[in-house]
């Protein structure tokens, strides 16, 4: 766990992750009822339905930051895709081959990045993000924005990614998100 100024970050593999999944679980709430999500009870029930499933993968990292007195404020985390993902398959228009190969090494996917309302804009997101890429070994990293976040689009920017397409993640009745890619790392 690494401290810098009143919050620390801590970097968890899955069971560490699945042990704190109630403080995941408050952090995604909180984050994904706002505009432009608007993520009802039902939607982050639905979200960590798949939670565990996702701590299992023996590649699950996570970052996980807290206030000094223990306050869930930020969390992150993925893992890298294996060569059966189906988010290739999710863009809307086609990429090469070549870019679509994944060994289960290649590719980060970071599934999820969000900090409450009262911690944004001190560079906690910044933290989670280096915390939880720090010495993942893969070449690139892979997510989903919803273009209508303009500070997340805005800091995935600042940070290298750039946009590769779009995409209906979790199906066709899903609101269009921006794909974007960093790397090679």
């Known amino acids: 766990m690494t401290w810098r100024g009143t919050v620390a970050v801590e970097r968890m593999d ?3 992750a699945a042990r704190a999944e109630d403080a995941f679980r408050l952090i995604y709430a909180e984050a994904f009822a706002e505009p432009p999500y608007d993520e009802t009870e039902e939607d982050v029930a639905a979200a960590f339905r798949r ?15 807290r206030s000094e ?33 994944e060994d289960g090494h290649r590719t980060f996917g970071l599934m999820e990045l969000a900090v409450r309302g009262p911690w944004r804009g001190r560079g906690v997101a910044r933290r989670l993000h280096e915390e939880l890429l720090d010495g993942i070994g893969a070449e690139r990293v892979l997510l989903n924005v919803h273009p209508g976040s303009t500070a997340a689009s805005a800091a995935y920017r600042a940070w290298g ?25």
Do not use: C
């Not at 939670?51 to 930051?65: G, V, Y």
């Not at 990614?161 to 790392?185: C, F, N």
């Open 69 to 101: 007195d223990g306050e869930p404020v930020g969390m992150a985390y993925g893992y890298p895709l294996g060569p059966d993902t189906g988010w290739w398959d999710e863009l809307t228009e086609p990429v090469p081959e070549d870019m679509r190969r």
């Open 14 to 16: 899955g069971s560490a």
């Open 161 to 185: 990614y750039s946009k590769i397409g779009e995409a209906r993640p979790w199906g066709q009745s899903a609101d269009l998100h921006d794909v974007m890619l960093l790397g090679p790392r």
């Open 51 to 65: 939670f565990p499933l996702q701590t299992r993968n023996r590649a699950f990292s996570a970052a996980l930051a």
